[in-house]
């Protein structure tokens, strides 16, 4: 089910009269409306997927307790491997089993030996499987890191697993952030249910204003490369950073709102990303759910900066090419993810002290542009290709025709609006809000403008979100 969709306002709208007036101050009652509607939610795309995500609460629900019930160490690590391998297996081999088979195949053909391709498989990769699967593992490694008791309530920890508002695409949440939350009472308040409401406006706006506009410019030219130039790519993949953006940023500024609603809280999954002066700060304000969880599973685990110079380095950058191996199932996702570890191996040779200043928030707006033509390419010889040409043939910009011309105007608008606020919210304030005018009515007509935008452009227009398929 879709956020901008007449089935999701709908169920919406159903459940949360039922949560607050038929299960009102009941949280066990809440807790299973939560769960059967968080079924529901994920079944709508394929309810055989289903199964998939109540065999990782079983399992990690078991191994929760397994590791916590015993005190002898060897025991305690057999148990979180189960977890480990349980799950990160089930990720695997739907999104990754294809990939490394064609892989292993091409290499054997570069050197001269022709295998058949019979290994493959007709795997469908599963909406949010990368979300959830990282969700429970959390949960297991914090219980065997003695972070965390783990919950007797077996159905609260499915809501966790399930929650639908952040399911399929995060923020990834921290069973020491959410879980508790499913185990107290939750009290409607006008205060939440009215930022909630704004939240999910501003996610709306950036999901159907901005970057769904800019995708029709974008989806022209990188879908397309052969007939374009390095200014229609510079183009296309500076209105791309503000799709990606847009799409991903108001995702999870609409699962933070539809939580509010709820009496949830989840975690802040952007900040302000293209204000960033460095590539290191960048990836501080960029998918922070993500970037907190390899930063706290892997990068830390490996040794950190508390290693010797060249383990640090090290631990940098694999930390990035495997969070770039974790975003798709293709070596464009690798060479992404590379190249921002290498940036950040360059910051730590180069720079001694953190940035600030505006050449230097350019300069990182630059370097990301850069590594999201690969995100953004079809492969890796359409990356370097559309490279070539950025620096040889820079020739004409593609305007477009019709449809393309306006939707790169209104993209344009959008972005312009996008820039004001963040500014406002980088250099003056810190709380979200489109407005903080003295006049009521001049805030509300500031919401009241980007309903405006958000349904002219669309609410229903069910265009998919770019991190379902990752």
């Known amino acids: ?59 990690d629900f078991i191994v929760g307790h397994k590791i916590y019930n015993s005190d002898q160490k060897q025991v305690r690590k057999k148990w979180l491997w189960v977890s480990i391998f349980f799950n990160l297996g089930l990720l695997g081999f739907f999104k990754y089993y294809n990939f490394f088979i064609e892989s292993w195949i091409d290499i ?16 469908i ?15 297991s490694i914090d219980i065997y890191r003695n972070k965390l008791k783990p919950t007797a309530d077996f159905v609260a920890f499915a ?13 990834i949440e921290r069973a020491t952030n959410l879980v508790p939350q499913f185990l107290k009472e939750r009290k409607f308040t006008y205060q ?5 409401i704004k939240l999910m406006i501003w996610g709306f706006f950036l999901k159907l204003v ?14 397309n490369i052969e007939n374009h130039d390095g200014l229609s790519f510079i183009a296309a993949t500076v209105l791309f950073a503000f799709q990606i953006y847009g799409d991903f940023a108001g995702y999870s500024l609409i699962a933070i709102g539809t939580s509010k609603l709820f009496g949830f809280d989840l975690m802040t999954n952007f900040r302000r990303p293209y204000f960033a ?62 190249l921002n570890g290498a940036y950040l191996i360059l910051e730590v040779l180069i720079f001694k002290k953190n940035r600030k200043g505006v050449l230097n928030v350019l300069l990182t707006f630059v370097l990301i542009n850069f590594s999201w033509v690969f995100f953004r390419a079809n492969s890796v010889s359409d990356a370097f290709y559309m490279i070539k040409k950025i620096v040889t043939v820079p020739g004409r910009l593609y305007i477009g025709s019709g449809d393309d011309i306006a939707a790169s105007i209104y993209a344009t608008l959008a972005i312009a609006i996008l820039l004001m606020v963040e500014f406002k919210k980088e250099y003056f304030d810190n709380v979200f809000s489109i407005s903080k005018h003295k006049f009521e009515w001049v805030r509300l007509m500031g919401y009241a403008v980007l309903v405006y935008m958000i349904l002219y452009f669309g609410v229903f227009d069910k265009s998919q979100f770019i991190y379902f398929q990752f």
């Open 125 to 139: 990769l599963p909406v949010g499987i990368s979300f959830y699967t990282f969700q429970t593992l959390s949960y």
């Open 108 to 123: 054997f053909t570069s050197i001269g030996y022709e295998l058949k391709s019979t290994w493959t498989l007709q795997v």
């Open 210 to 223: 901005v970057a769904d506009r800019a995708a029709i410019y974008v989806d022209a030219v990188y879908g």
């Open 277 to 338: 002066a460095s590539v290191s700060e960048f990836w501080t304000r960029w998918h922070i759910s993500l970037s907190t969880w390899f930063r706290d599973y892997l990068y830390i685990p490996l040794g950190g900066n508390r290693a010797k110079k060249p383990r640090w380095l090290f631990n940098l950058f694999i930390t990035f090419l495997i969070s770039g191996l974790w975003h798709g199932a293709n070596w464009t996702f690798v060479v992404w993810g590379a």
């Open 159 to 171: 809501a966790f697993v399930s929650f639908f508002p952040q399911l399929v695409a995060g923020p």
């Open 192 to 196: 939440a249910f009215s930022y909630g």
């Open 1 to 59: 089910m879709l956020f901008n969709s007449f089935e999701f306002f709908f169920f919406l709208s159903i459940i949360f009269v039922a949560y607050w007036f038929i299960a009102h101050e009941r949280i066990k009652l809440q807790n299973i409306l939560l769960l059967i509607a968080s079924y529901v939610f994920y079944g709508w795309w394929d309810w055989r997927f289903l199964s998939l995500i109540a065999l990782s609460t079983i399992t």
